[in-house]
């Protein structure tokens, strides 16, 4: 009987997940340093910054967007934080500094695509080349540099063995799991994903719950920023770029769909593990970025066909 129950209990496990398993297991034999306990806590902790920005960007595909601007935003706020650290010196105001200019993104983004109702995919990738323009613009190019020590105490930090950075990530999924799921507002989400208009006229603020989305989504770019720059423990211009799209693939070889209305944060998970351990084993195998960047294309593409396989034979069987 409990045999039976736990292969009932592995079955329900999504095939993302058996993904994850089988590749961790195949760079574990088919590297000699994948598998060591140096560069596993430095997957660990580069999935927790890449977690941090997917949970946010879960949040806008899920209810029917998307943001590109992530990236950028992570730029700019580790640029602003990364001044305030130089000039002022203080931890708690640049990490403010780091979560207004989130917010101000998010404002911004969601002003246009909920109010003035422009397609989410113009006006965020907008936003990526303005808010990193403005930091080329500002900085120049130049690192920034001369940080206080407690920036290299939060870089070292570790509870158990377990850095600062997984904690930070673990938190802030663990409560946007209970809001997600556990919520009212959770609900309206997948609702308003499901379809914008049904969920307009059975009563759902759906001007509110979109603009929830973009302001959480870059609100955790900036918090995404801030522990970027810390880890790098410099302030890069071009620290952040790329992370958008490594957040978008994490989501969607997750299993939630561009037009929204499914999925959710717990395959989103399941999808940063997928492109944290990929891009470090094959960066173990020797291969090139322009490679990696080729293989992980293709394990998207894999991925929706997979999705919309599955997605349309359940349709057809609940028929």
């Known amino acids: ?29 088919f590297t000699n340093s994948f598998f060591d306990l140096d560069n596993l806590l430095n997957v660990l ?11 946010g960007v879960t949040m806008t595909i899920l209810e029917g967007g998307i943001d590109l601007s992530t990236g950028g935003t992570m730029c700019l706020s580790g640029m602003a934080a990364a001044m305030v650290l130089r000039d002022v010196g203080s931890f708690p105001l640049a990490l403010l500094a780091a979560l207004a200019v989130g917010l101000v993104v998010g404002f911004i983004n969601s002003f246009f695509i909920v109010r003035m109702r422009i397609e989410a995919f113009i006006v965020t990738f907008a936003m990526m080349s303005v808010t990193s323009g403005l930091v080329m613009g500002i900085t120049e190019g130049n690192v920034i540099v001369g940080f206080p020590d407690i920036v290299k105490a939060f870089r070292s930090f570790s509870l158990a063995g377990i850095s600062s950075y997984v904690i930070i990530a673990a938190v802030v999924f663990a409560i946007m799991a209970f809001f997600l799921y556990r919520t009212t507002w959770g609900t309206y989400m997948y609702a308003v994903g499901g379809s914008r208009q049904v969920a307009h006229y059975a009563g759902i603020n ?23 720059l810390t ?11 790329g992370y958008e799209w490594d957040a978008i693939a994490a989501v969607v070889i997750g299993g939630t769909p561009f037009e929204g209305g499914r999925g959710g944060i717990g395959g989103t998970l399941i999808g940063v593990g997928i492109i944290v351990i990929l891009k470090n084993g094959l960066n173990h195998l020797g291969m090139t ?6 293989v992980i294309g293709v394990v998207v593409i894999l991925s929706i066909m997979v999705d919309v396989f599955l997605y349309n034979r359940k349709k057809r069987q609940e028929a």
Do not use: C, D, H
Not at 289 to 294: A, G, L, V
């Open 206 to 228: 759906t001007t509110r719950i979109e603009s929830s989305a973009y302001l959480l989504s870059s609100l955790f770019a900036g918090l995404g920023g801030f522990l970027l």
């Open 289 to 294: 970025s322009s490679w990696q960047t080729f």
């Open 1 to 29: 009987m409990q045999k039976t129950s736990l292969i009932s209990n592995l079955k329900k496990l999504p095939g993302v997940f058996w993904g994850l398993v089988i590749l961790f297991i195949a760079l574990s034999v």
């Open 231 to 241: 880890r790098m423990g410099s302030g890069m211009s071009t620290s952040g770029i």
């Open 45 to 55: 902790n580069q999935a927790a910054i890449l977690l941090v920005v997917a949970v």
